[in-house]
């Protein structure tokens, strides 16, 4: 069936609150409200005002005392109504949700799910589209999960919500209208989950290797239609979670296409892009390139307001399919 | 025609304040229309940037100050040159009271070069003389309002600082850290919280466990004022900076007030308080209708004079809306500058792609470079 | 040698609050005994982590908890089966009293395998049953406390939670927010100012513009007591813990108290206070000499009685410091297991390079797999 | 002559303090008790309150206040006591101070320094280790410096407190007292500034470059010395500052030696060795490299407290040293 991304969140968080009487979900404007982009929609009229709270604008608050009920043995959902404002909570993240099951020597495990929109939206300028992504990727102790579509906003979600420890969860605001088809038995499977850590490929391919999450996934597979028209075939590797980064799917598919690009929409410094090519560097696949791995990514500025500007800000198809001729050497 | 009048207002709620603004109030008529035209002009400006949005002709979010008008123009009169403000993201009234044109404001919306950030900062970040912004981020105006008014206290300027913030935005952790501090420190800043019942979606009852947002600097003075009345406002401001600028800093005011749309223009507004609730306000207690009944009831001004004021600000709106649609955006080069207050050259600003390295050089007047 | 005897302590300050714990205070001989061992044993644990750090056995931090020992014997002396305790980085006394050996806190302090951490988390870091930790940023724990209580309330345990900050933590935003919070839902948590009048070196009247932090909750119903009273601090908690019980809380609860050594063990913690005032608290206010001096006065223990307890003190954390010193640290295999709480499999953790790819594996409880 | 860094980082905020009256510096105890690690000693004595102030531990309150004095026109230094502590404060450095002069068109720059120690210390754990120079590195708007030697904490700091934007200074607990040779003329001169934004090489080479900032310059120059003795030669190359990164400086080195490493205390996803890797594959140089770039990184892990586990996190010499004659492929 057609599902929307929007959806398939929803669906996921009201199949592991029924699953689990010890999930809750916790946010702004979550529960009456049915969420800024309505993703909880449906979920305090089900669940009541025990399991959707809505907190007042106070993201280290909220997010410390969501880390506190998780200590405790609840399975917090922390909406971040997006993830710009995870900065005014990102010490409790970091520093108590993600750091305490080692620090406690494997005492104390914290299940939580911080999700929310990620990124760039539409004309919401530098201070609300900031990409998080390497950010927190770069932290042992969560787990960075950033789905494309809606198979694996469900997938994914469910494993999160599951999982034991700490996974910050980057959705796309843009990405929450999107339809795609889903198939019938993962819909209808409750226990429908996708293994954190593993990406996906999207679209095989044999001479170059395109490597995304989220959003940017859709551009590759626009720039692979675009350059298939020419004769060319992407191979499109969906990361799903850029902690713990799945490096192999991405070695093997470079082994075998010998050229790799990587399309995030967040800044090029430290960037996911740039961990990929370092890791692709440090392994045996690297030998086996035919031309330097190339990283588009957001351009190296906050995000501007007027939409000519935006627009050229972020890696679009056409970007995408000028950087892989280059790459082949074709024009 | 009068040319003053003395009104009363509905006297302030005070907390731990030794003196109170006096409830009468005298008003000239030269004061009764200039306020008037400016209450109106935002009205109207706002008015245009709703219907810009539903043009789509304004993208992302557009946060309306209608209904508040009172508000950022009962404050500005009460303030001294040199004063300054900051507040949040509903910021084109402020805007405009602090010096930009309805079309700079309006052209900022639409992401126009003529717009006041020349289209790169948008709804939430508009900037003009002694004003800070427009911030997105529900909270942050407040310690740098506190930064600003002790900047204004280094400098000894006798100015103060206006930071504002909204019911919502009250119960934000980093405003307790600056009321601290600003205590310790005798800053020259009013918090002012605009309480329009609603932070997005949530009433205040359910934001706040206390809702006095007056009373909420602990032993710092605080006053609550009708921030439907802009002479009220304007009292109430005076008395607040008078205590800054006596070194009795800060003060904490709250104003009770209403906005009429949703909280951004995608928000239609009425899932979480009725039509019925909207309509009351609008009918008994808009800022400028009541303040329109009161000034022609003193014979200060001529309905003919206001309504030919109106006229002008249509007109001055209309123009205004037409220069934001058909304004061209900034040049693309814009993209790459102004990133730094420095030239930094060629090829520094990397763009999509490691094959696109894009030039820096500063076109703004970076006012503190020097 | 009498069974039970009363005692009249000082009255505690009230905030908002409309019952209060009684001043008289009932204590049997048998917790007479637990009280004084409990709070003894502190002191000598602290004096040797003291000597241990001057030793160079301890390494980084070491906040030393003398002077304050009738706040985490006093309260867990209140709590019942269930409730729980978060604390920041001053946390020794309170891993002991909530479960730890001295041994384990100070193999802790040591880095050695036997530590209530197997030597991983450091003197900041330690947890036990019920116990959420040794926190080591300044007011994290306060929201985290919320949590906890949410978790209680979630769970309709009928228990509460003790969330512990000092007078420097008190001015932190989050604790504003998390208190917001608590009210807004009636969580079951008491926030505990432990006001020892300086945070680092800096006295309470420069960080804080109230330092009444009882009052500090706004609406939030407070208590003031004086933290060097064992019982004194044994009844406020009980009577703050029963406010949550009835579903009356939060409570915000202020001890007054002192810490003796400087903040960490490598400030002399004289710069910014006199040796005098020092002197003054440990000779009139000390809370274990005083308590000593109580029930002796009192007749529900012989002096004798407590000698031997001292020996039998002494001799366990002697015990425990040579444990301390000559147990080993965990394997290095361990550096990279428990980071999260499943097995990973080989290779899976990146050493300093990347020709080193270790192992991940749990070896820890993970209490909140399941 | 001797200076230590702790010296000369105070040296400098003094005679920019004397030189300029809208410098002042905030932060917790930076005052009355001479700053936590002494890094202020003297200044409160010299200044007074007004241009010394100590706050109380909020940091996104004080770095806040600190942000907004910046607009209107003072000069803030704003301390953290440690950078770990800058994660409550991160959404003032970043959205506050890093983004509003593009937001504002150019019209509002914001001259603010936050400095303070960054990274792993002795013995502190966890929660007190993490090195923030990738995170803050990939934001534009900020500068990001790191100073290793005293010459580059006088130099780079009164630099940084003379520049008209946000900057980031991350210094080295571990590192305050010690001595470096510094030249007297340095020292005499209070004009005496380093460029942001230009990397040194400490140690010429030709074998193999080694790129670090911070404490590893001196563990690379420590390597250097113990490969030395066995005839091979590193170019040391100290970054000085993360953003803007000499990548040109680094290039030209590679182009030379053929090899490059990276050595760093941070976390290795996402880390500046992950750029360097990346920028070096966008590059002409690439195509010099005789071995692939090699990222030595603090391990992938919270830092632990035991002292043995706590060496084995962080690359040492002899891990330099091992991980260059792979790349040179002697034994
Ligand atoms: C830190 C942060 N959290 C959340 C948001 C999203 N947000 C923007 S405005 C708003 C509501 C603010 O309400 P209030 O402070 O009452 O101001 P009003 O909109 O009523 O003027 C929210 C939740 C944000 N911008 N920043
Ligand atoms: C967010 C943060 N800022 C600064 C510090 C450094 N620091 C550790 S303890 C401390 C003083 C805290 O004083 P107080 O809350 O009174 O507790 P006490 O040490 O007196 O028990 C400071 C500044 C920190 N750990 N976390
Ligand atoms: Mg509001
Ligand atoms: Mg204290």
Redesign the interface.
Known sequence: AQVTVRDALNGAMDEEMARDERVFLLGEEVAQYDGAYKVSRGLWKKYGDKRVMDTPITESGFAGIAVGAAFAGLRPICEFMTFNFSMQAIDQVINSAAKTFYMSAGLMNVPIVFRGPNGAAAGVAAQHSQCFASWYSSCPGLKVVSPYSSEDARGLLKASIRDPDPVVFLENELMYGTPFEVKDEMLQDRDFVLPLGKAKIERPGKHVTLVAFSRPVGICLEAADLLAAEGIECEVVNLRTVRPLDIDTVLQSVTKTHHCLTVEQGWPQCGIGSEIAARIMESPAFYELDYPVTRLCGADLPMPYAKSLEDASLPTAGDVAAAVKKALNVS | LSTEHTFETKPSLMHRAETEPSATVSLTRDDALKLYRRMQTIRRMETAAGNLYKEKA????CHLYSGQEANCVGMKAALIEGD?V?TAYRCHGWTYEMGAAPKEVLA?LT??VSGC?????????M?APNF??G??????Q???????????K??KTGNV?LTLYGD??A???????????A???DLPVIFICENNHY????AVS?????TDYY??G???QGIKVDGMDVLAVREATRWAAEQCRNGNGPVVMETETYRYSGHSMSDPGT??RTRAEIQEVRQNRDPITSFRDKILGADLVTADELKEMDTEIRKEIDDAVHAAKTDP??G?E?????????D?GHN?????????Q?PHK????????K
Chains 1, 4 share one sequence.
């Open positions: 304004i993208r992302g979010f300054s900051i900022e992401g126009k950030a020349r289209g790169k900062g948008g709804s939430m970040h900037y800070y912004g911030n997105g981020i529900v909270g942050a407040c310690p740098m309002g506190a930064g600003i008014a002790l900047a204004h280094y400098n600082c919502g935005a119960n934000q952790g980093q405003l307790f850290e600056a009321m601290n501090m205590a310790l420190w932070g997005m979606g949530t359910r934001s706040s466990h206390n009373t909420r602990d032993l710092i899932s979480y955006e900034i693309m814009h993209l790459s500058y102004d990133i730094y207050s420095d930094l520094m600003v990397r763009g999509v792609s490691p094959f696109v894009l500063v076109t703004g007047q970076a006012v503190n470079r």
